[in-house]
């Protein structure tokens, strides 16, 4: 599929850069557009299982953004080439008039991409008691240095999943189904900010982080919903 969408103004258009730009830092793979009733929705995975044996859970980063097309679509993207574009826009949107809708062409699709056959729910999400800013900064930071510290240069990408595997796959004291990597995909991709509270919420085997800059969505483990 080759298409367009519409942004509202060329304010959206630099928060999508910011956007994709962390999402390539943590990921240069694909993202996941779906747009539909006037909202762009942009997932970018942060972890995910590799083959049926990897126990990893499904970490997913996620912005929106007001449209002014309400065309329906659902594709998968490669992230570096919808930042080129995206980037091509900047000069022209900055002189053109701000209040302006940003026509944007979508690159090529990929079909290859596992995780993005993966749909969280739209609705039935149930409130759970929340948490504040600093205990996932906290967590995030010391993942990043243990990273960081296991993964020396050169290490195979076998050797590379499981550790970040192992480190992100832990779960965060005092926070039911939430594991550390989901503070590193609210670190990462700009989600957090001092003194902001997250918004908790689960539906099914599902749970979501909500800042007013995003969301992040955790699918738990096969072994964790019989628990």
């Known amino acids: 599929m080759t298409g367009t969408f519409t942004l509202v103004d060329s304010l959206a258009l630099g928060d999508l850069h910011v956007f994709l730009g962390r999402a390539l830092r943590v990921d240069d793979g694909s ?28 970490v997913l980063g996620l912005r ?17 080439s919808l930042l080129m574009r995206v980037e091509g826009l900047l000069e ?14 979508i690159p090529m699709t990929v079909n290859t991409v596992t995780w993005a056959a993966i749909s969280p729910p739209r609705g039935g999400w149930n409130p759970l008691p929340g948490a504040e800013w600093n205990v996932l900064d906290r967590v995030a930071r010391a993942g990043i240095e243990e990273v960081a510290r296991a993964i020396p240069d050169g290490t195979g990408e076998q ?69």
């Open 31 to 58: 993202v996941r557009l779906i747009g539909g009733s006037g909202v762009l929705a942009v997932y970018v995975s942060v972890l995910h299982p590799i083959g049926l044996l990897d126990e990893s859970p499904t």
């Open 92 to 105: 022209s949107a900055a002189a053109a008039d701000p209040t302006e809708g940003i026509v944007v062409t």
């Open 159 to 227: 050797i590379v999943h499981r550790v970040r595997t192992e480190i992100w796959g832990r779960p965060i004291d005092n926070l039911d189904f939430v594991p550390a990597g989901a503070a590193f995909a609210a670190l990462a991709l700009g989600f957090l900010a001092e003194g902001e509270a997250i918004s908790i919420y689960e539906s099914g085997p599902w749970t979501r982080l909500t800042t007013k800059r995003g969301h992040v969505l955790v699918k738990r483990r096969a072994w964790s919903l019989a628990r």
């Open 64 to 80: 929106t953004f007001a449209l002014t097309s309400q065309e329906d679509f659902d594709v998968v993207v490669p992230v570096r």
